[in-house]
């Protein structure tokens, strides 16, 4: 059960809005009616009581966390044990490991915030296809937590190589055989999520939904 900032209001979910399609994850839980705000500012992190990282490039929300003195208080939230979700860019933001990380031209090299024990390889799927959409089986989406099929649409995305104990599978792609087959898409470990793909796109809302449950301890 997370701790609520503010009990008397319900809880409030942040969007990382530093880069990529923030507005459409706040669109996707404002659909839902739960509270959602941007987060650009430390100030507006300690304002809210889950997060989410949305998609759009990695690379450039890892300069943008630098450059508005964000990775210490993500860091530091992360560390508290706050809930959090990451879709395709924000799936490589919260992997405790990105394999073949961008190098950049200044000589340093991409980092992630962390918080989910996998290992992610960005644009993995980019190699043979830049988009592609898909249904995909997805466990723990039902009311009593049995797995329901998603449209899953993939642009440029991630997946994860490999998990660690304790973060649950969720998705696999299901599509065509060679390497995009059964790559790992959607993994949940303790109240963080991630997806390789953009359900804020698609309009559904479960993905969004599932997540408000594990925010509030009842998924
Ligand atoms: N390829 C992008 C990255 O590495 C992710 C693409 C996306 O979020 N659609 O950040």
Redesign the pocket.
Known sequence: MVILRDSSTGPTVGVLALQ?DFREHLRAFERLGVRAQAVRRAAELDAVDALVIP?????AMDKLITAFDLREPLQARLAEGMPAYGS??GM?LLADTLVEPQHYLDGTTQQTLGGIDMAVR??AFGRQVDSFEEDIDFAGLGDAGESERVRAVF????WVESVGSGVEVLARASDGSGERADRIVAVRSGNRLATSF?PEVTGSGRIHQLFVRMMTGDA
């Not at 998609?55 to 690379?59: D, L, P």
């Not at 642009?155 to 991630?158: C, D, H, S, T, Y």
């Open positions: 990529g998609g759009g490039e990695s690379t395709c860019a490589v960005r644009n642009i440029r995305a991630p953009h």
